[in-house]
T-cell receptor
């Protein structure tokens, strides 16, 4: 079954405490991306990756990092989370339609 | 013109109604288009792909007008379960490969 798995699904953390949201896909897709979704703003792309070791900024990359060491994994890293990063995050894998993970609710207090 | 633009709604319709959503896009070179459905704060899921002039799947019909650069989604005989946000999706003009741009969505509420 085609799947995109992201963890954790729910997280409350404190300002400045580094965290990583993992994302894994089993479809051998080259293109993967991270989005955040906030009320009234729709899905906004944070970072994307066109293949292993190839990543680039999306529309709202500030405060985030990513890595792509293997094709299946594309973790999102918040080095020093701040309250304005409280959001619903989705990982997606494309070919060409996007398959989404179930989402990660992140709250930064 | 924005890359993808949708009427946000909400569209409030009774069961059994026919409702249509429009979406305009700016990338005239786009070849493939998609409609996604998103239930409240869940992941978007593919509803329909549109590769040529249109596509039909049961009560859902998607049409593409390349000359005017818009896509429409028609839902016939609306059900309560159709209540959701519908996202129009087109390829990005700024990224190579399979990057997609998502509209902000049109909200549909079907009532009994």
């Amino acid at each position: 079954e085609a799947q995109v798995t992201q963890n954790p699904r729910y997280l409350i953390t404190v300002t400045g405490k580094k965290l990583t949201v993992t994302c894994s896909q089993n479809m051998n897709h080259e293109y993967m991306s991270w989005y955040r979704q906030d009320p009234g703003l729709g899905l906004r792309q944070i970072y994307y990756s066109m293949n292993v070791e190839v990543t680039d900024k999306g529309d709202v990359p500030e405060g985030y990092k990513v890595s792509r060491k293997e094709k299946r994994n594309f973790p999102l890293i918040l080095e020093s989370p701040s309250p304005n990063q409280t959001s619903l995050y989705f990982c997606a894998s494309n070919r060409p339609q996007a398959y989404f993970g179930e989402g990660s609710w992140l709250t930064v207090v | 013109r924005k890359e993808v633009e949708q009427d946000p709604g909400p569209f409030n319709v009774p069961e059994g109604a026919t409702v249509a959503f429009n979406c305009t896009y700016s990338n005239s070179a786009s070849q493939s288009f998609f409609w996604y459905r998103q239930d409240c704060r869940k992941e978007p899921k593919l509803l329909m792909s549109v590769y040529s002039s249109g596509n039909e799947d049961g009560r859902f019909t998607a049409q593409l007008n390349r000359a005017s650069q818009y896509i429409s989604l028609l839902i016939r005989d609306s059900k309560l379960s159709d209540s959701a946000t519908y996202l129009c999706v087109v390829p990005s003009s700024n990224q190579a490969g399979t990057a997609l741009i998502f509209g902000k969505g049109t909200t549909l509420s079907v009532s009994s």
